[in-house]
């Protein structure tokens, strides 16, 4: 079992930033990768970005949002970050973080993944 609890969301003016965080814990060690979804209002949940957790590079993004987010891991203290910059008021969304136990599969595809956090509210308004 893997237990993923995000963190930093909130309310930020159009441009801004904000730093998301994705703590993992339990069965750390089966993980394979893990990626960041999002969900607005009325809409189909939206992958966002993408990293592998058990090797160096594998690092994706979606086109929505490439140029603007980054996302990284931090394996000693088990979290997946995504700094999230220019903001814009269509990243309004409930940002959710995932993670997968198999090694290959489709990014973008929610079925891929194993373990979903509660997700996080962010409101990108002025």
């Known amino acids: 079992q893997v237990e993923l609890v995000e963190s930093g969301g909130g309310l930020v003016q159009p441009g801004g930033s904000l730093r998301l965080s994705c703590a993992a814990s339990?069965?750390?060690?089966?993980?394979?990768?893990i990626s960041w979804f999002r969900q607005a209002p009325g809409r189909e949940r939206e992958w966002v970005a993408g990293i592998r957790w058990t090797d160096f590079g594998g690092i994706y993004y979606s086109d929505s949002v490439k140029g603007r987010f980054a996302i990284s891991k931090d394996k000693p203290v088990s979290t997946v970050y995504l700094q999230m910059d220019d903001l814009k008021p269509e990243d309004t969304a409930v940002y959710y973080c995932?993670?997968?136990?198999?090694?290959?599969?489709?990014?973008?595809?929610?079925?891929?993944?194993?373990?979903w956090g509660q997700g996080t509210q962010v409101t990108v308004s002025s």
């Open positions: 995932a993670a997968g136990l198999q090694y290959a599969g489709t990014w973008h595809s929610p079925g891929r993944y194993d373990y």
């Open positions: 339990g069965r750390i060690a089966s993980i394979s990768v």
